[in-house]
């Protein structure tokens, strides 16, 4: 059996322009990969009216339990502009491996694979070694693996442990573990009033007038100061919109955006519940419409076996001991987490979603390293 190359593989996956929800023939470079290591791979592809279609790859080494799996996507970001080199062609510069995907994350997928080849090459586990790979991460996260955990699930398929290649390090490869996150409320108010003309107020209703006191309402005090193992959650206005280019016209409609990053002292349905009853204390609800969207509850793995298993493994390859956080944004951990026990590292994050997105090819195999200590350690602790 041939070892495999991590960063051979990263380049190979990067050459694949898999913009969300385009595949490119990237789940069939990782397919390939695998099925000459002897997984049996799955494709998945699930489809909804309103979302894109979703190509997604199950694949599974062994039939026993327990089931080790390694989780991650192989779509990205739009390219956007700026870049200094073709974030397609996957050129290693000055011990940079540069490309749309380098971080978040294909790198770290080609490291699950050199880890898994590695460690077969000193026989089979004892139990089974699974990958969950999506094409729909970074875009709405309906067609991927949220469904595929359905179907595994439908089937009796179980999950025993899983780590997701998340680029979770912030400046240094070791540096952080993430074993959980927080949710994700986002919300489109809209504000109604009566249009005049603005020397005459006293025949107009001014909406913007009551949007800013709805808004004042909702950010005047801290949502909370912080949990256990979580930062105080945060709510930040992201747009006001009226669209009036007229300086003598009071609109009849002004619309405003926020987003909600809660720990685990709130829930989707506690913030959307204090939000109606703190805009009804300013404007009755006729005054205004309220669209809500929680793409994510906040979740914990709380510290235990695996990431005790990760962050020693870290530890032993970087020399340095990975901090357990909760911070940054939504990922696909959040569905796992209702699987099996779930923690998030990768690749460092610092160029993730920017121009010259790129990761240090020492830091690849530093990770591929890493990825089999923790096969190593948890097959060994489950026999």
């Not at 997984?39 to 909804?48: K, S, T, V, Y």
């Not at 309906?142 to 025993?160: I, P, Q």
């Amino acid at each position: 059996m041939n070892k495999i190359s991590a960063l051979d593989l990263a380049q190979a996956l990067i050459r694949c322009d898999s913009v969300t929800p385009r595949d490119a023939g990237a789940l069939g470079v990782l397919q390939q990969a695998l099925e000459g290591l002897g997984f049996r791979c799955e494709r998945m592809l699930f489809e909804e009216p309103g979302a894109d279609p979703v190509d997604n790859l199950y694949a599974r080494l062994g039939d026993a339990s327990p089931n080790f799996c390694f989780a991650g996507h192989t779509d990205v970001v739009p390219v956007g502009g700026g870049w200094t080199t073709d974030p397609f062609k996957a050129e290693v510069i000055d011990g940079q491996l540069y490309g749309r995907g380098a971080s978040d994350m294909k790198s770290a997928i080609a490291a699950f694979v050199e880890a898994v080849s590695a460690f077969l090459a000193g026989g089979k586990p004892a139990g089974s070694i699974s990958l969950l790979i999506t094409g729909d991460e970074e875009g709405d996260a309906v067609n991927g693996t949220k469904k595929v955990l359905a179907a595994l699930k439908a089937r009796g398929e179980v999950l025993d442990a899983c780590v997701v290649g998340e680029p979770t390090n912030p400046l240094k490869l070791g540096e952080m573990i993430k074993i959980g996150r927080r949710g994700s409320l986002t919300a489109k108010l809209t504000v109604f009033g009566t249009q005049g003309h603005s020397a005459y107020p006293h025949l107009a209703d001014n909406p913007i007038n009551r949007l800013m006191a709805m808004l004042n309402a909702i950010t005047a005090e801290p949502l909370d100061k912080g949990s256990a193992h979580f930062q105080a959650s945060t709510l930040a206005i992201t747009t006001v919109d009226v669209g009036n280019a007229a300086t003598n016209v009071i609109p009849g409609t002004a619309r405003a955006g926020f987003n909600i990053r809660f720990n685990d002292l709130h829930s989707g349905k506690s913030l959307s519940d204090w939000l109606r009853a703190t805009f009804d204390k300013v404007a009755s609800p006729d005054m205004y419409e309220l669209a809500i969207k929680i793409s994510g509850e906040s979740f914990i793995t709380p510290p235990g076996p695996l990431s005790t298993i990760v962050a020693d493994a870290a530890k032993a390859v970087t020399g340095l001991t990975p901090e357990l956080s909760t911070t940054g944004g939504t990922s696909d951990a959040r569905f796992i987490k209702d699987a099996c026990p779930v923690c998030e590292f990768g690749m460092v994050g610092q160029t993730m979603h920017k121009a010259d997105e790129r990761c240090s090819v020492e830091d690849i195999a530093k990770l591929s390293t890493i990825y089999l200590r923790v096969l190593q350690s948890y097959f060994q602790a489950t026999r």
